[in-house]
């Protein structure tokens, strides 16, 4: 256990509360001259124990009788000063040795070296005066054994995710952005490895991160994460060659830059998993710098739109959170814009879907409320929705269900009338897959749920909320209009919502707002 801090004391006099010196023979009868202090022949090292009436025995060795009994904290400070005195008698080349040859353990012998390091370290970060030596050493090791399979790298990164997860959350900032900096510096090589089919082991080494970002509550560490990950994946797509950090200081950056052709970018795949978690997280904060820091990552993907694919559903709902979080219009009306890309990448099939349903893990939110309810306030709503359309419908509802959540319930008129623009928009010209029972699914949970307030309105006109009153001269317009464009167009395969039609109109109609009944009958003048 390698220390860079003398925390032993110095040789004191004989009073029985001091520390004083006994000499033992460290080495046995060894005489390779590895301590650097006695120039070899029989090499003895001066440790340190407890001296007094009370206290008997020799820190590491036999005292001619009985067992050492210490008091916790003299053995604490016993240990981290014997600790100093064997890495001041050890030649460094040979320590350095032990970790480059671990590249020759088995498979099994790397992982229980690998795991003990692991739990050195772990100490190292505990004590009373944190190192970082084992947590270098790590990464050093990681990159002697990056050959070895993906099944022996499973097993390792077990503890050497804990690992990162821990020191990530220590209180020395400088040492948890040292852990990113190493983790960082690890995935980017992992991603130069295509990732086997099935086996989602990027997922597995990049779940520290998730964890990080979760329970450390740093915002400054935070931030630091967002940054490190966003030139993690960015570098990774570019094939641009960046180290980022210094592996020996923890704290700063280096880069380095080279252009070449994309070879790598594609090799993210089950990462995304976990990039997106981070990035829901991040959405979720009240800190406008970490949602703009997170939504430029969600921006990348949007750039490789096709690399996750399989995880295009969490890309949705990740788009969806951005796009209702209120501290920056800009960015909630560009997720929505983003909302409309990624209806044109399924309708234009660069995105595939299954053939089989989604799972319901996986689906949109369900929007199953009362009239009575304000739209300025959100009911908890399931992650799961009815499983009453096909796969035609599976990954277009997170989107549909987004944007139809966004115009009911966004206290915000600018965000409402973009996403109401969106969802006709795509409702119109991007599901032309939808079957009649899809169409049936579609207007009873996503399309007329919007209307609730105006029927609420109609029935109740004394109990509007300013909120609610709000929504209906802002926003009551537009998605009628739109509404009854959709009827138009899609005549046919809509009919059997003639009726609903008609009363929302007849509601629309009965509200004292101004503008509201001129337009709602000339629209509906041109739709007869």
């Known amino acids: 256990n390698n220390s860079n801090n003398n925390n032993g004391g110095t040789n004191g006099g004989t009073n029985s509360n001091t520390l004083t010196p006994t000499t033992i023979n460290a080495l046995g009868n060894s005489s390779s001259g590895n301590n650097k202090s006695s120039g070899g022949g029989s090499s003895k090292m001066t440790f340190l124990n407890r001296s007094s009436t009370d206290f008997t025995g020799v820190v590491g060795g036999n005292s001619g009788g009985g067992n050492s009994i210490i008091n916790k904290f ?9 600790a100093f005195l064997i890495a001041e008698n050890i030649n460094q080349n040979l320590l350095d040795e032990i970790f480059l040859d671990s590249q020759n353990l088995s498979n099994e012998a790397v992982v229980y070296f690998v795991n003990a390091l692991c739990r050195v370290s772990k100490e190292e970060l505990d004590s009373t005066h944190p190192r970082r030596y084992c947590l270098k050493k790590v990464v050093e090791t990681s990159f002697f054994n990056m050959e070895r399979s993906r099944l022996v790298w499973r097993s390792i990164w077990e503890s050497q995710g804990q690992l990162f997860v821990h020191s990530a ?40 991160f998730e964890i990080i970002i979760t329970t450390n509550t740093d915002s400054e560490i935070r931030e630091y994460l967002l940054k490190s990950l966003y030139k993690t994946i960015h570098n990774t797509y570019t094939t641009t060659t960046t180290t980022t950090g210094n592996t020996t200081t923890g704290t700063s950056t280096s880069t380095s830059t080279t252009t070449g052709n994309n070879t790598t970018g594609g090799n993210i795949k089950s990462a995304w998993k976990s990039f997106l978690n981070v990035c829901k997280f991040a959405a979720t904060l009240n800190f406008r710098n970490l949602v703009s820091l997170a939504f430029d990552i969600v921006k990348i993907g949007n750039n490789y739109v096709g690399c996750i694919n399989d995880y295009f559903i969490d890309y949705c709902n990740c788009l969806v959170l951005f796009s209702k979080n209120e501290l920056d219009l800009g960015i909630s009306l560009e997720a929505i814009k983003l909302l409309r890309f990624c209806s044109l990448q399924l309708a234009n099939k660069v995105i595939l879907q299954p053939l089989s349903s989604v799972s319901k893990k996986n689906r949109g939110s369900s929007l199953n409320d009362s009239p009575q309810q304000s739209p300025a306030i959100e009911p908890e709503v399931s992650n799961e929705i009815d499983g009453n359309q096909d796969g035609s419908v599976g990954w277009f509802s997170p989107i549909l269900y987004g944007l139809s959540n966004l115009v ?52 109740k006109p004394n109990k509007l909320s300013l909120q609610q009153t709000q929504w ?28 609903e039609l008609f009363d929302i109109i007849v509601y629309s109609v009965s509200q004292d707002f101004d503008g509201l009944t001129n337009s709602v009958f000339t629209n509906f003048f041109e739709f007869i």
């Open 74 to 82: 003299d053995s604490k400070l016993i240990e981290e000063r014997n």
């Open 169 to 208: 959350l220590h209180h020395q900032r400088a040492t948890a952005k040292y852990s990113i900096d190493s983790l960082c510096l690890l995935v980017t090589k992992f991603f130069e490895k295509e990732e086997l089919s099935n086996y989602q082991f990027q997922k597995h080494l990049t779940n520290p």
């Open 408 to 459: 009911i319930y966004d206290s915000r008129a600018e965000v409402r009338q973009e996403a109401v623009s969106s969802l006709f928009t795509i409702l119109i010209n991007d599901v032309n897959s939808f079957s009649n029972q899809s169409w049936q699914y579609t207007l009873s949970t996503i399309i007329l749920p919007i209307y609730d307030i105006i029927t609420f309105a109609s029935q």
């Open 472 to 499: 209906i001269q802002q926003t009551s317009q537009k998605s009628i209009e739109l509404l009854i464009s959709l009827f138009s167009i899609h005549f046919d395969i809509l009919s059997f919502g003639l009726n």
